[in-house]
């Protein structure tokens, strides 16, 4: 069974830093490409970024310069380095496959971005 927790998320002023992580279990990060997607209040879901399993990464132009993709295999985790966070960030953050499984959707982490 997969499991995908995301963590990290919180509340940040504008201009500052956070790291999401998305720890998995049963399923291998590193064979499959991976994607942190966000959904804020009242719109839809939106890919932010993605990384193949060869390394490639793919970013939104709303992220690009600013956020980071990045896996680590040993522990089966992905990252999402965010910085320069500006208020229109703010949206639940979740992790996925690229393109998403509908069934490996998690519970998110809330990312707010206000002074």
């Known amino acids: 069974q997969v499991q995908l927790v995301e963590s990290g998320g919180g509340l940040v002023q504008p201009g500052g830093s956070l790291r999401l992580s998305c720890a998995a279990s049963?399923?291998?990060?590193?064979?499959?490409?991976m994607g942190w997607y966000r959904q804020a209040p009242g719109k839809q879901r939106e890919l932010v970024a993605s990384?193949?399993?060869?390394?490639?990464?793919y970013y939104a132009d709303s992220v690009k310069g600013r956020f980071t993709i990045s896996r680590d295999s040993a522990k089966n985790t992905v990252y999402l380095q965010m910085n320069s966070l500006k208020p229109e960030d703010t949206a639940v953050y979740y992790c996925?496959?690229?393109?998403?499984?509908?069934?490996?959707w998690g519970q998110g982490t809330q990312v707010t971005v206000s002074s």
């Open positions: 996925n496959t690229h393109p998403p499984d509908r069934k490996y």
């Open positions: 990384l193949t399993s060869g390394g490639s990464t």
């Open positions: 049963g399923i291998i990060f590193s064979i499959f490409p």
